[in-house]
């Protein structure tokens, strides 16, 4: 049987994802969802602008895959917006699944009200400007991660990590792997304080 790995991957919280990547390709902690409740998981949709420019990204959204997921290398800016909530309006319309960057973006308001993830370092009032185009489909570095086409995004409030799409089978059965144990230790020691006490002593003589 054909294994969806977006679905798969879908269902695991990112900390069980970065467990099973040995704790590497996750972006930088100031990359989070604008809304908490906010989670994404699709494959990655490269976009590379140049800082305080957008003309890149509205090609990229005319350009990617329902489904995809935008990351967007804004090289790290925060004088001007990749997008608002227009722009990202019509991204949410043509199937999107939702937007990853080191940049920023303005119209909160109009975005939560939207309900399209948005993962981001933050928010700006300036617009950004559409002077200069920049580059798709390519490998891009975001949140001090290499991202390349075609990679699978999981996002949720703990932030993002990127699995690498030639690796997405052995770190789908290590993601499902921990979330497994996860969930057998905490049946094992929910409201049983002798369990507990075992349990911190278990990890203590290791």
Same mark, same amino acid.
């Given at each position: ?28 902690? @100031? #990359? ?14 490269? =976009? ?6 957008? !003309? ?9 895959? @329902? ?6 290398? @804004?090289?790290?800016? /925060?004088? !001007? ?9 019509? @991204? ?6 939702? =937007? &990853? ?9 109009? #975005? ?10 933050? /928010? ?8 200069? /185009? ?10 001090? %991660? ?13 932030? =993002? ?9 052995? &770190? ?8 497994? !144990? ?6 094992? =020691? ?12 278990? %990890?203590?003589?290791?």
């Amino acid at each position: 049987m054909t294994v969806n790995y977006v679905e798969e991957f879908a269902k695991l919280p990112a900390t069980c994802v970065s467990d099973g990547l040995a704790g590497q390709n996750a972006m930088d902690f @100031a #990359i989070k969802p604008l809304a908490h409740h906010h989670k994404i998981a699709g494959r990655a949709h490269t =976009v590379k602008i140049p800082k305080g420019q957008n !003309k890149e990204f509205l090609k990229a959204i005319r350009e990617a895959n @329902a489904g995809d997921v935008l990351v967007v290398d @804004a090289e790290d800016d /925060t004088s !001007k917006a990749i997008a608002g909530d227009f722009i990202l309006g019509m @991204a949410k319309t043509l199937g999107i699944k939702g =937007v &990853v960057t080191n940049g920023v973006v303005r119209d909160v308001e109009g #975005i939560l009200e939207l309900d399209f993830p948005v993962f981001c370092r933050g /928010t700006t009032t300036v617009a950004g400007s559409k002077s200069d /185009t920049g580059y798709s489909n390519i490998a891009i570095s975001c949140g001090g %991660v290499v991202v390349r086409q075609g990679d699978i995004i999981v996002g949720d409030r703990d932030g =993002v990590v990127v699995v690498p799409k030639e690796k997405e089978k052995e &770190v789908l059965e290590q993601a499902q792997k921990k979330l497994r !144990k996860d969930e057998e230790k905490e049946s094992r =020691v929910a409201g049983d304080i002798e369990a507990i006490y075992k349990h911190i002593d278990e %990890v203590l003589e290791r």
